[in-house]
């Protein structure tokens, strides 16, 4: 028979593993009851309709409107329905931005402003790619100075604060070697056109500070082999990382292959200022599959080439380019522009194997990549179904994805290692699941 004091021991140690037993069982239960709540909110989110796209840019030209009409049009005001027409069509079409060449003296700046309204009742940014008209001569203005041109340019953007919203781009000189400055590649004064373009970049840039507006104006538009003279690796830097060309060439492969080399001869990103076909000394005569084909070649290729940022189709109406024609009908090309402009987004949710979002996670094809949110969302615009996609991030095992044109995804992603205590969670979860 045993001790009295001995059995009362054993019984407060039982008792003690009993108590700890159930205060355990308590603390899993209410971790438990965390991650089903957690589950339970995040399980009904949508992705937020946002607009994404595959260029941070993408805007269409209205230059033979909006500059070369500026005078004749300037006092018309049933012109207003024209300027509202052609801007809705480019909204439509999927653009970002729309290109505005209006010059920016003073004369000007009502014509201006009325393209301006249009593009904001149509929800887009604008990229001015206007300049001072003495700059080249347009509408017969004399000759102005460097010095002038910058001082016009401050005064203009201080003046006119209204014209401008965040997002929007400015080029304070586009295609600067056609006027005072000169073409370098005649003048040979590279250094000049340097560091004429920096500082009309950092009159700009404080300028727009000023007036606290998030203006990007280091978007100087110009020839590519002007380009591949000036932009050494120390200029783009200077003008924080962007190389901005208008570009024309026969071939589709050579479009994609000077972007390419622009890129890595600069070391900075590529936009495309100006870019279309057919232009007549260039391609010839083009029908209109023949120009459907040309662009859906240029597109897929610049589509995948990771050394553009932007792109600027030349032109909407009243060239040999045009998308419209002189009644408003899109023309067969303006399908494939509108595929790329407005791209499928494939989108959704990634959790681990007990419903609980990740953040960081990476989703990538070969041609781009994005990252989960806080809420584990994310969206990833692509253009062709059957696309493969990587996802994977630190502590679990990699995935791959097939696109089959499928919205709002739920993926689960496995841990690589499991302690005791995420298995076991993870078996009352599929429990209530």
């Known amino acids: 028979m045993l001790p009295t004091q001995s059995l009362g021991n054993r019984l407060d140690i039982s008792r003690s593993r009993l108590m700890f037993a159930e205060f355990f069982i308590s603390i899993l239960i209410i971790v438990v009851c965390i991650y089903i709540i957690l589950n339970i909110f995040t399980r009904g989110k949508t992705i937020a309709e946002e607009k994404f796209t595959l260029w941070k840019v993408q805007a269409i030209d209205t230059v033979k409107y909006s500059r070369d009409l500026a005078r004749e049009k300037q006092s018309d005001t049933s012109f207003d329905g024209v300027i509202e027409s052609q801007v809705h069509s480019i909204a439509e079409l999927g653009a970002t931005h729309v290109s505005i060449g209006t010059p920016y003296d003073e004369e000007f700046i009502p014509y201006l402003r009325r393209w301006v309204y249009a593009s904001r009742k149509n929800n887009l940014k604008v990229w001015f790619r206007g300049n001072l008209s003495g700059w080249e001569g347009w509408f017969d203005y004399g000759p102005i100075t460097r010095q002038e041109h910058k001082d016009k340019i401050k005064n203009f953007i201080l003046r006119n604060p209204d014209l401008f919203e965040d997002g929007d781009i400015f080029t304070t000189c586009t295609e600067c ?89 600069s070391g900075g990103k590529v936009v495309l200022g100006e870019f279309g076909a057919p232009i007549p000394d260039i391609h010839g005569k083009m029908s209109e599959d023949e120009q459907v084909e040309w ?20 032109t909407s109406f009243g060239a040999s380019t045009q998308i419209w024609d002189e009644n408003g009908n899109v023309r067969k090309f303006g399908d494939v522009l509108k595929k790329y402009y407005q791209p499928k987004i494939f989108k959704g949710i990634i959790k681990n194997e007990i419903g609980y979002p990740l953040k960081g996670v990476a989703i990538s094809t070969d041609e781009r990549s994005t990252h989960t949110n806080e809420e584990g969302t994310f969206s990833l615009p692509y253009i062709e179904d059957d696309l493969l996609v990587k996802i994977w991030v630190s502590g679990y095992k990699e995935d791959k994805y097939l696109i089959v044109d499928k ?27």
């Open 177 to 265: 070697e056609n006027g005072v400055v000169g073409d370098p590649r005649q003048t040979k004064d590279v250094y000049g056109f340097r560091r004429f373009l920096i500082e009309e970049y950092m009159l700009a840039k404080e300028s727009f500070r000023i007036i606290d507006k998030e203006v990007s104006a280091n978007y100087f538009s110009m020839n590519a082999d002007v380009a591949r003279i000036v932009m050494d690796k120390e200029t783009t830097k200077k003008l924080d990382g962007i190389v901005v060309i208008d570009h024309y060439v026969a071939s589709p492969e050579k479009l994609d292959n000077d972007i390419r080399e622009i890129s890595q001869k």
């Open 295 to 314: 662009i859906s070649d240029v597109m897929l290729r610049i589509s995948e080439n990771k050394n553009l940022l932007g792109v600027n189709y030349w």
């Open 407 to 433: 919205q709002d995804v739920v993926i689960l992603l496995k841990k690589e290692k499991e302690d005791a205590l995420f298995k076991i969670i993870k078996n009352i979860y599929k429990a209530f699941n």
